[in-house]
């Protein structure tokens, strides 16, 4: 068995390996679709409101009082980033009021995250795997706004929204590396990181996310 320390570091790297592939998947996607940037601020959109309302269920029944703590800072964070967004999609003359992202129903990983009981698992698949994928998702995008001409939206994803989740991607190493100290502990990890990135692999493909932005071909 590796030390908790060691383990950590190594699902951290295979998580970026696979992310590279996911950001690569969802980058095709926006394109084929011919998004624009309302369109992928919507998006983001979603994933903020499922992580806040993620944390706020893990943090009613978390014993770890620094991690209720982190939730609680996380539900706040995430509702900051959802009035954020709402107000850049205000100033680019997008329709704020007419879109709900939890029409539609909910994402698969949602569903996942939120079935999740250990703190090994929450800190695997919603700190360490998901903020990774969350971060390197908002540069793809800012590059993708960047390139349509919106300096301001980019400014947004990567200086604002991805320093946010960075943070709780740092303290999710950390309480992975304290939780994870025993074969099955890591086990139970591995696997949680392992199916959050599979069912985000699923969440870009096309059809996923025109349901997500409740499109129509």
């Given at each position: 068995m590796v030390t908790a320390d060691g383990f950590v570091?190594?699902?951290?790297?295979?998580?970026?390996?696979?992310?590279?592939?996911?950001?690569?998947?969802?980058?095709?996607?926006?394109?084929?679709?011919?998004?624009?940037?309302?369109?992928?601020?919507?998006?983001?959109?979603?994933a903020s409101i499922e992580a806040a309302e993620v944390?706020?269920?893990?943090?009613?029944?978390?014993?770890?009082?620094?991690?209720?703590?982190?939730?609680?800072?996380?539900c706040g964070e995430g509702a900051k980033q959802y009035r954020a967004l709402s107000a850049r999609l205000a100033a680019v003359g997008a329709d704020v009021a007419g879109y709900d992202p939890r029409h539609?129903?909910?994402?698969k990983?949602?569903?996942?995250?939120?079935?999740?009981q250990t703190q090994e698992e929450r800190s695997s698949a919603?700190?360490?795997?998901?903020?990774?994928?969350?971060?390197a998702r908002l540069e793809a995008l800012a590059t993708f706004c960047d390139n349509k001409g919106d300096a301001d939206t980019a400014h947004l994803f990567r200086e604002q929204l991805a320093?946010?989740?960075?943070?709780?991607?740092?303290e999710g190493k950390r309480?992975?590396?304290?939780?994870?100290?025993?074969?099955e502990s890591q086990a139970r990890a591995r696997r949680a990181a392992y199916r959050?990135?599979?069912?985000?692999?699923?969440?870009?493909?096309?059809?996923q996310l025109r349901k997500i932005l409740l499109k129509k071909r």
């Open positions: 570091t190594e699902l951290d790297a295979k998580n970026h390996a696979s992310i590279e592939r996911l950001i690569g998947s969802l980058i095709s996607g926006v394109a084929k679709e011919s998004f624009d940037v309302p369109d992928v601020m919507r998006l983001i959109l979603k944390a706020a269920l893990w943090m009613a029944d978390c014993d770890d009082l620094e991690m209720k703590l982190l939730l609680a800072e996380q539609g129903g909910y994402s990983v949602f569903a996942f995250l939120r079935s999740l919603g700190h360490v795997t998901a903020k990774a994928l969350s971060m320093i946010d989740e960075r943070r709780y991607y740092e309480m992975l590396a304290a939780a994870a100290a025993t074969e959050t990135l599979e069912l985000a692999g699923d969440m870009h493909e096309p059809i």
